[in-house]
């Protein structure tokens, strides 16, 4: 059998089907309509240019990204305080993922990840250091201003989490992500998306963690091995919950606002349509007998029927 590091496990294949409807609603107008019949279903007697007609008119009141927007907007109302923080990790204040957002910034945004999808992981990882020592010492790292610093795996990256119970707590043993990069050509004229899957895994509690990655090509999955994290003890990974469903499993916090808001792209879809018909304007005879005539002074007579517009 083909090794596929890719394929997702039936909870987060089922999870992942969640997902398309608010993550549609949230891209807007543009994202509904080419969702086309998932979420504007088309009428028995509908002809396609008349479907592609309707469908075209219909715009999102995006009710959903609204909420979502308040709701973040709410919990940030104020800036993020910071007690009894390691002076030795302040640096992860002004940047904490390494890309130059604030603690501030970057948990907005993961804020909203976690309402959005009902789950999000957070990394914890240290940049691969050139030209150090075979024994670095401190001095050395500091020389590179190498620190660790913080990352997000939205849930639909998730593929696959598994874990064990022991002396009754859940120790997590394996996760599973996938992610892509984009790779430009030597002449930067082109651009290839490329898929990697990579995987943390600790078999035995306090042992070493190693990470593995996977890159899809031409040729298949390849990867160099699994890596022992250097002086590593526990699994670098946290999840937070809007909505848990399960371990390093969750739904849509805000699910039954995004069912109500594509019932109202739905309806609106129809009065829009409706509308749109009712006010072209058209010919009708009015009179007590169509079939009467007044004569004319150069001999001829008309209908004594009027047309109405």
Same mark, same amino acid.
């Given at each position: ?6 394929q ?8 992942a089907?969640?997902?398309?409807k608010v993550?549609t609603?949230?891209?807007g ?10 979420y504007?279903?088309?009428?028995a ?5 008349n479907?592609?007609t309707?469908?075209?008119?219909s715009?999102l009141?995006?009710?959903?990204g609204r ?5 973040i907007?709410?919990a ?5 305080v ?6 030795s990790?302040s ?17 907005q ?5 976690t309402l ?6 957070f990394v ?14 401190l /001095?050395? $790292?500091?020389r *590179?201003? &190498?620190?660790?610093?913080v990352?997000s795996? @939205?849930? +639909? !990256? ?12 859940e ?11 984009i790779?430009p050509s030597a002449?930067f004229?082109?651009?290839a ?11 035995v ?9 996977w890159?899809?090509?031409e ?14 003890t526990?699994m ?11 371990t ?6 805000l ?5 109500l ?5 739905q309806?609106?879809?129809?009065q829009t349509?409706?509308?749109?018909? /009712?006010? $072209?304007?058209f *010919?009708? &005879? ?6 009467? @005539?007044? +004569? !004319?002074?150069?001999?001829t ?5 009027k047309?109405?517009?």
């Amino acid at each position: 059998m083909t090794l596929n590091p890719s394929q997702k496990t039936p909870a987060y294949t089922a999870m992942a089907s969640t997902y398309h409807k608010v993550d549609t609603l949230l891209a807007g107008t543009t994202a509904m309509r080419a969702a086309s019949t998932t979420y504007l279903p088309k009428h028995a007697e509908e002809s396609d240019a008349n479907y592609q007609t309707r469908l075209q008119r219909s715009t999102l009141v995006n009710y959903y990204g609204r909420a979502l927007d308040a709701a973040i907007g709410h919990a940030h109302k104020q800036p993020v305080v910071v007690k009894k923080f390691p002076a030795s990790l302040s640096p992860l204040l002004k940047d904490i993922d390494g890309a130059g957002n604030t603690l501030d910034q970057f948990s907005q945004e993961e804020l909203h990840n976690t309402l959005h999808h009902g789950i999000v992981a957070f990394v914890v990882d240290y940049p691969t250091l050139e030209g150090l020592p075979e024994k670095p010492t401190l /001095a050395d $790292v500091k020389r *590179l201003q &190498a620190r660790s610093y913080v990352y997000s795996v @939205t849930a +639909p !990256q998730f593929i696959a989490a598994y874990t064990l119970i022991e002396n009754g707590q859940e120790r997590l043993l394996h996760f599973r992500f996938a992610t892509t990069e984009i790779v430009p050509s030597a002449d930067f004229m082109e651009e290839a998306t490329v898929t990697k899957v990579i995987a943390y895994e600790q078999l035995v509690k306090g042992g070493v963690v190693t990470v593995q990655t996977w890159t899809d090509t031409e040729q298949g999955w390849i990867t160099d091995g699994p890596k022992t994290l250097r002086n590593v003890t526990e699994m670098p990974i946290v999840f937070a919950y809007g909505w848990k469903t399960g371990t390093a499993q969750g739904k849509p916090v805000l699910g039954d606002l995004a069912d109500l808001n594509v019932a109202h792209w739905q309806s609106l879809s129809e009065q829009t349509n409706i509308l749109s018909i /009712a006010r $072209v304007p058209f *010919l009708h &005879a009015k009179g007590s007998n169509l079939n009467t @005539t007044t +004569p !004319q002074t150069d001999g001829t007579s008309v209908s004594d029927a009027k047309m109405v517009i």
